[in-house]
């Protein structure tokens, strides 16, 4: 079907607002953050969803340890078939100026409590609560 990637970054400087492509929103962990997606389908939204999930874990975490993050961008992809998600992939992306072993035990804590790539991991239902259909 065609791999779906969807990226999150911090926002670097006015060009980034430029990009094809890229939606700049408010954040509530940083002052704006950079969206990048080929276009929106539901493919893409899962996959940022991982991406957005271990992004706000990393920014938020990350004064509680002392570090400081410059830039962070997490990319996550992934393909579909007739069976449905054939997995997601992701990469991090940070430059700080704090000790590297301190950033990799952050981003090693985060890849295991980030809460929608877990949920993703250990599988859980979705069920419809219902449909309302209004016609002419």
Request: with cysteine; aromatic share 6%.
């Amino acid at each position: 079907m065609g791999e779906f990637r969807a990226t999150i970054r911090t926002l670097e400087n006015a060009a980034d607002t430029e990009a094809t492509g890229a939606w700049v929103v408010d954040h509530h962990l940083t002052e704006r953050a950079v969206i990048d997606v080929e276009f929106l389908s539901g493919g893409h939204l899962l996959h940022l969803a991982v991406a957005g999930c271990l992004f706000n874990d990393l920014l938020r975490e990350a004064p509680n340890r002392g570090i400081t993050i410059d830039h962070l961008a997490v990319s996550a992809h992934g393909d579909f078939d007739q069976d449905g998600s054939r997995g997601v992939h992701y990469a991090i992306e940070i430059r700080s100026a704090n000790d590297r072993s301190a950033v990799e035990r952050l981003i090693d804590d985060i890849e295991v409590e980030a809460t929608i790539p877990k949920a993703l991991r250990t599988g859980f239902p979705v069920d419809s609560a219902g449909s309302t259909v209004t016609t002419g």
